[in-house]
Every structure is written in C-alpha cells, then in structure tokens.
C-alpha cells in the first residue's frame, strides 16, 4: 500500500517522539515512546514493532501529539496510559490513587512469605489506605482463602479498588471500605497491612513534578515527621489486632526508630523485623504480636 505525502509511518512517529521525548528530559524515552504510540493506535507493543513502516493516519497523529504534550508537562505515563503493572498484573490507575511503586512489591514479598508459614486456616486480612488495591489483590490472588478487607479515606480511590481486586483474583472474597484508617472497623483482625502516607509535609514541594503536580496529596503527606497516619494506625490497630497477630507497613527509613519506640509502648510483647528493598533501601517494618 502506497504512502500518502500526507501521512508518515510509525517508524517515523516513533523517533519524532522519542526526540520529544529526549528534549524534555523523559529517562526511558525508548519505552515511553513506544507504549504512546502503542497505546494510541490500540495495539500492543509487538503489533507495533511488526508494522514499523505502517502509515499513520492525520488523526492519529494528532492522537499522538496529544499524548506527548501530556507526558511533557510533566502527567505520569500511568495516568496517561490509565494502568501500572504492579507484582505482574496490570491495576487501573487514574489521579484519585497513587501510583504503585516496584519498592512496595517488597512489601508484598514479606506478607505471602509471612503467611505462607502461618497455620490459619482463613486468616482475616486488612489493607488500610488500599488506594488502587495492589497489596489486597496481589495477597488475595495467592491466597484465594483469605479474608481481604481493604479501606480508604478516598470514595474514589476505593471503587479502584474494588474494580481491580475483582478483575485480578476474580475472587469474591473480600470488601472494600470507605473510611479513615480502622476506626470503623469492628471485626478481630489477624494481619494488618498499610501503605500509608510517610513524606514529611515540607518535603512535598521538593518532589519530582510528576508527582507533586498530578498525585493526590493526601496518599503522599504523613504529617510533619512523617509518622502521624502511621501512628494513628498503630495506636488504633490494638482494639482490632488478634493476640498472636502481625501489622506490616511500608515506611521511610528514617521513620524506624520513631516506629519502633511507639510499637514498644502499646505492644509490651513483640518481635520486630525491618526488611529491605530491592534498592537496599530499609523499608518494611513488621511487627509480630506474642
């Protein structure tokens, strides 16, 4: 099929946007572009690479520049794409949640390694600041047994949720919640976990502008040290938390010791573990109920 002087070819789109790209300082140019171009013209990356010298149409050009203009002011790839792969499932994102992050995968790690070794035939577990519902769906999706329920401050960031644990697990066993934190919670618990706001409120200015212009602020700012929601949580965790239960939370590794001497206050008897990530990064904190 015959090129009109019109149109040009995906190959072509590709190193204009890349150029783009590169000129406003996008690390991953060569992915970003791709998945752009990919995702513009509905087809996956593969489709894309195999009709390199395909025309593109007028409107899908424009489809194209209107995605790059996107991306250069700075919009995250995921908002734009709508999704984030997260422990090798892909999780609807939009701008009422945050973006999952490879180091919460650590996080994830340490709970199926934590519950791969307990004996509880169903354990109730409960995902507080869910936000899109990563952690709850990726524990559910491996243990179809367990007792999920996950809860956000957010309506909206709880019907993500909703939609993702249901379409990753395809599992019905679980509840999302609308609330702050657990006070709402009424039910015996034996696994809390929490992906809680841990920046300290003046460094919110300083993050990269992807986060701090589209993020919601409430999923980023943990009070002036940093610590204030994960506090509440744990203060609030011993009406709801079993005797021999456990709470994992990810956390700033300056955060540890300011944890650690409020988790030794209210739990008199416990064990603690401080777990990295893949960046070496200290950056769970478990703590074990005995």
Request: net charge neutral; proline share 4%.
């Amino acid at each position: 099929m015959r090129k009109s002087s019109s149109l040009i070819n995906i190959k072509e789109v590709l190193l204009s946007t890349r150029k783009v790209l590169n000129e406003n300082a996008i690390i991953d140019s060569d992915l970003e572009s791709d998945l752009l171009v990919a995702f513009a013209l509905k087809i996956t990356r593969a489709q894309l690479h195999a009709n390199i010298n395909s025309p593109i149409s007028i409107s899908e050009q424009k489809t194209i520049q209107n995605l790059v203009n996107r991306r250069i002011g700075h919009e995250p790839l995921a908002y734009i794409l709508g999704v984030r792969e997260f422990f090798g499932n892909l999780f609807r994102v939009n701008e009422s949640v945050l973006i999952p992050r490879q180091e919460t995968e650590c996080l994830v790690e340490s709970i199926i390694n934590y519950l791969r070794h307990k004996s509880i035939e169903s354990p109730k577990v409960l995902d507080v600041g869910c936000g899109s519902g990563v952690i709850g769906a990726s524990i559910l999706k491996y243990f179809p047994n367990i007792d999920l329920i996950s809860i956000d401050i957010s309506p909206n960031a709880a019907q993500i949720a909703y939609e993702n644990i249901l379409k990753i697990t395809n599992n019905n066993n679980f509840h999302v919640l609308v609330g702050d934190l657990i006070e709402s919670i009424k039910v015996q618990v034996d696994l809390i976990v929490a992906n809680l706001p841990y920046i300290p409120t003046k460094r919110i200015p300083t993050l990269q502008k992807e986060i701090f212009l589209y993020e919601p602020k409430t999923a980023l700012d943990g009070g002036t040290k940093g610590v204030e929601i994960i506090s509440r949580l744990i203060e609030q965790s011993t009406k709801i938390l079993k005797p021999d239960g456990a709470i994992f939370l990810e956390i700033d590794p300056d955060q540890k010791y300011i944890l650690k001497n409020k988790i030794q206050h209210l739990f008199p008897k416990h064990k603690i573990k401080v777990l990295h990530d893949l960046s070496g990064q200290e950056r769970v904190l478990s703590i074990t109920i005995l």
